[in-house]
């Protein structure tokens, strides 16, 4: 069974970098041909695609969201993290990672092109 667990601070200060990681169970992040990702929901929005890091360590953001956007792994330890840079209160949101296998959707945008998902963190942008 595949498990996503996210970890991160729960408050962020506006300017600053926003650093979640995804530690993952019960699969490896270099197994071809999945993807892993992160989608977010601000509140009161439906979810917001952020980007991913492939099994071959490509990587692949949101052009809203692409400059700011940095995601890395960690393949000794199976993790994969994303960094926001120079946030502001509108990326206040739950962040999600999940795991894509475009098994039931071929658009990697769309949340049904994820299978496994973490529970979610929220993240809250404020001074």
């Known amino acids: 069974q595949v498990q996503l667990q996210e970890s991160g601070p729960g408050l962020v200060k506006p300017s600053q970098t926003l650093s979640l990681t995804c530690t993952v169970s019960?699969?490896?992040?270099?197994?071809?041909?999945?993807?892993w990702g992160w989608i977010r929901q601000p509140p009161g929005r439906g979810r917001e695609w952020v980007g991913v890091i492939a099994y071959d360590g490509s990587t692949y953001s949101n052009t809203s969201l692409k400059s700011r956007t940095s995601i890395s792994r960690d393949t000794s330890k199976n993790p994969f993290s994303l960094q926001l840079s120079s946030v502001t209160p509108a990326n206040t949101a739950v962040y999600y990672c999940?795991?894509?296998?475009?098994?039931?959707?071929?658009?990697?945008?769309?949340?049904?092109?994820?299978?496994?998902w973490g529970q979610g963190t929220q993240v809250t942008v404020s001074s």
């Open positions: 019960g699969d490896s992040i270099t197994t071809s041909f999945y993807v």
């Open positions: 999940a795991r894509g296998s475009g098994l039931y959707c071929p658009t990697i945008f769309a949340d049904l092109y994820y299978d496994y």
